[in-house]
């Protein structure tokens, strides 16, 4: 093929290409398209916005949970992707990885325990300071999944107690990403004394928890 | 001169005898059984031999034949003679009541470890190792987890949330 004006040439350019990226990209639309969350239920008036402490703490609480990654296989993988820009949980407030158990609220168990892993699994739930919240990623760590054998924890809680089970083998980003939403319902709606009642101080115990 | 097979079974049938039995060659590798009792014996042969020189313990690991009334347990070494690159496997069998074998952690110092995941899954109780405990299972473990005396599936097992698997227990 011969390219004599400088036209053909783009031409040739192209048709050559049979995916054209960003030839005529497209602006991003960023005006008045900044996500807000809902502001909570109040008496507002003029210079004025009165509201209970339970729900501006759980609003905070909830769009700034800073989760501990425990990945321990493939489950692991699917939250890189959860992590990475194309889901980012950036967007929910969890931008920060915390990999110290002392600075995070929220204890993500992606894969596998081994019963022999699970006195670990439970030093490292007992070093995050309350309140603390555990969401089980995946078959392997809500059940034991396939691995119903004798070297296999059958379930995280049998260790650590667990607010939100997410099901799949692997579950996709966008399960991991709708439990961390239920994670957040939990969060905004826990009421303040909650970590305080007898209810709870039970649950621990059941634990073997002080 | 190459070691060949030939001359491995020669040497060790004049040192031993009729004791080592089952003489195979599966796949080319020489395969034979010897009494429990002659296990360090065999092997200490086969080590100091300056024709054998089989100075390097590849392999050490346990088979449970429940069928096998008397010698359920084999216990298979798998020497390496590194000079001429030269393999050859032993196989001892003892009874599951008592399985007792002698440690080969004097002379192979590699057997230390593979005793313990030996005795961890098979409960091969290996007489004069240095530190015969778990290795890989949780120390509580009560049961030898490879021997065949296990179901894959025990449903009187208390660690296993069988509600969630629609499979029986206290949901149904």
New interface residues.
């Given amino acids: 093929m011969k390219l004599r004006r400088s036209s053909d040439y783009l031409n040739f350019l192209y048709m050559s290409r049979p995916v054209r990226f960003n030839v005529h990209p497209i602006k991003a639309d960023i005006k008045d398209n900044i996500s807000l969350s809902d502001m909570p239920e109040g008496h507002t008036g003029e210079g004025f916005f009165a509201t209970s402490m339970n729900s501006v703490v759980g609003l905070a609480r909830k769009n700034s949970l800073w989760p501990l990654p425990f990945a321990t296989s493939c489950c692991g993988i699917e939250f890189m992707a959860t992590m990475a820009s194309h889901y980012d949980l950036a967007r929910f407030g969890a931008e920060r990885l915390g990999f110290s158990p002392r600075q995070c609220d929220l204890l993500m168990v992606m894969g596998t325990i081994a019963k022999k892993m699970g006195p670990i699994l439970k030093q490292v739930y007992l070093q995050m300071a309350e309140p603390r919240w555990v969401m089980a990623v995946g078959a392997c760590a809500a059940s034991g999944g396939i691995f119903d054998c004798y070297s296999v924890l059958q379930g995280i809680d049998q260790v650590i107690p667990v607010d939100v089970y997410v099901p799949g083998c692997p579950p996709r980003p966008e399960a991991i990403l709708d439990g961390f939403m239920r994670i957040q319902d939990l969060v905004g709606a826990e009421s303040l004394r909650r970590r305080n009642g007898e209810q709870y101080k039970e649950l621990m115990q059941s634990y073997g928890i002080q | 001169m190459d070691l060949t097979n030939e001359t491995i079974k020669e040497r060790l049938t004049g040192k031993f005898g009729d004791q080592l039995s089952q003489f195979e060659e599966p796949y080319g590798m020489l395969t034979f059984e010897a009494p429990a009792a002659l296990n360090l014996k065999v092997m200490q042969f086969l080590f100091d031999d300056t024709e054998l020189r089989f100075q390097f313990l590849t392999d050490l690991c346990a088979v449970h034949y429940p069928d096998q009334q008397g010698k359920e347990l084999a216990v298979v070494y798998h020497l390496h003679n590194l000079a001429d690159n030269v393999r050859i496997r032993m196989k001892i069998f003892v009874p599951v009541e008592k399985p007792d074998v002698f440690t080969a952690t004097q002379l192979y110092s590699s057997a230390n470890w593979m005793e313990r995941e030996t005795y961890d899954f098979y409960g091969v109780n290996f007489i004069g190792h240095p530190n015969l405990i778990r290795i ?3 120390d509580e ?1 009560e ?1 030898f ?1 490879m021997r065949k005396e ?1 179901p ?2 025990d449903q009187t097992r208390i ?3 069988d509600a ?2 629609g499979r029986g227990g206290s949901g149904n």
Avoid: A, C, G, Q
């Fill in positions: 890989l299972n949780v473990m049961y987890p296990f894959l599936e660690d296993k949330d969630m698997f």
